[in-house]
């Protein structure tokens, strides 16, 4: 059989596309563990985002595809739903397939749309789409495949969950990367790719999608495999490494030795990317620091989420927040994990989440102050009520979502209000900070890869400063207006299809 897979061309604004295009972890992943007799085409959507049409178009026309699967995040769903009526009218045979955080955690959004896919898989992906390709090849039913949801007779059936699936053994084969059919990817100028070495979390943070994903576990790949992954994507042409996992450092040991294996198998002369616990690497930065540093982490993206203890208590993010103070006493540890990062040469990508229910306009400063002060670039976005959170629930009943459009779902689209701010000046706070923050960074990104500075150094100051003009930047004009620039700006761009 013929597969296609493909990822959305959505991207949000601390990803603009002309800088950051990274490869879907998931589809490549689909694509190892499929049986070997079916040719499979992978498709990241984000390199083409200018061109998404043309581009589906072509390649329905060369791979003649029997099945078509998405992979689909909540704001890229509108997207997906118009993907569908594309590809149904290019090759109404089709059967689609949709997978991910969103059909995983709204079915229902997918299942009632006017252009509803054939089937819809729920969870992990690997084992469910494998035993339906086979199913579809063998034209047997659907009923014995967990995590399966599929169309029968106008409606839906939906077969139980899938268990998660271990890591340890060789269920999961690797990824297969050759099945990629688009290229350009790359992080400010680095080819990029992206490597898994373990998968879940066992925290439950109540902005976070994983604990409905796929409960509270942590599995790990063996070193070998993952090892195997990174040479793999550097034969592919990757120079930088994005570890895609859920929570890395929930076993910072492992980490720490995963660390040296990077370096013992002399993979250190990539470049890695990390996202982290603050608590983790406070804890155990003084032997983690130096070995991440040797194995060639370059940038950590710092789950800081708030350095207000109020805050921390809503998002449900205070324990990997904490730490011990000199004394023993609790104490936020984001500033010895910056600390530690800094002293052993790593650039921090604060990510802090600001506009929660109690959040006032002094209390939203003194976290831009803080990221002004203390992280090399900022990422910071407001709470979002994705698909069955926690959080979500919380913000429903206390009336404050003001927005419930999903393509605005985006991270840095405010969508929901505190008890004292509007959306729309939450964001606006946000906005006006961030981009001088960004700016600050941008020589230090550029100065590594000078010649894609010199090629895109512009559009990339462009895409920062989007809305504003000479005259707003220098005061000349209130910055209100060119925030509703920027606004129009982003809202334009959401139509990719
Ligand atoms: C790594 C990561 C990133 C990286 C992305 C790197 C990349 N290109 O993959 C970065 C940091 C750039 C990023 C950015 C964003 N992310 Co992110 N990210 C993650 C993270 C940590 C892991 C995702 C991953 O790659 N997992 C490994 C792969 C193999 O697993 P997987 O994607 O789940 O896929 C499996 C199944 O879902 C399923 N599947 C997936 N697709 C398909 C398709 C088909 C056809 C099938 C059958 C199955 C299937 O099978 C796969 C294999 O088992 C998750 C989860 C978390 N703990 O926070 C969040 C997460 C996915 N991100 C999220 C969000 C919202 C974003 C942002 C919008 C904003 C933000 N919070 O930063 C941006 C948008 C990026 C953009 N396009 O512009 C949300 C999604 C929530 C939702 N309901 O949509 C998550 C869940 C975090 C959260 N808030 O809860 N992200
Ligand atoms: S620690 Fe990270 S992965 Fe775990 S629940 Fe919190 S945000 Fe999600």
Redesign the pocket.
Known sequence: MQVM?L??P???E??PSVA?R??????A??AGNLDAHHRVAVADL?LVQSRVRETVQRLVREHEPDVV????????RRTALRLIALLRALRPQIRI??????????PEAYTSALEAPDFL?R????M??RD?IRAVEGHSDYAHIPGLSYRVNGGFLHNPDRPITGLEGDQ?KPPNRDARVLSGYTMVGRQVD?V?TS?G?TFDCS????IE?RGRNFHTYTFDRVLADIRDARAHGAQTI?L????ITLNVRRFEALCRAIIDARLNGLEFVV?AMTSAIAGHGTSLAPAMRQAGFRYV?LGIENILEGDLDFLRARAKNSGRGASGEAANATIQAINVLHQHKMYVVG?LIVGNPGDTRESIEANLEFARRYVDYP?I?HP?P??R?PMTKDFRERGLIVSEDVQE????TAVVRSEHLTAEEIEFLRWRAERWMKLRHLPSALLHSPGFAMRHGIKMMAHTFRGSSFRSLVGLEDERKAFARYRGIRKAERAYV
């Open positions: 897979l990822s959305m959505d991207s949000f601390h990803m950051i990274m490869p879907n972890g998931a589809l992943s689909l984000i699967g998405l992979s689909v995040m909540t704001f890229q397939v949709v997978g991910g955080y969103d059909p995983s955690l709204a898989v969870g992990e992906g690997e469910t789409f339906l999961i992206v898994e998968r979390c902005f976070c999608s994983i994903m994005f895609v996992d859920d929570n996202q993206f990510g990422y976005q979002t994705y698909p959170t779902y985006d991270g840095t």
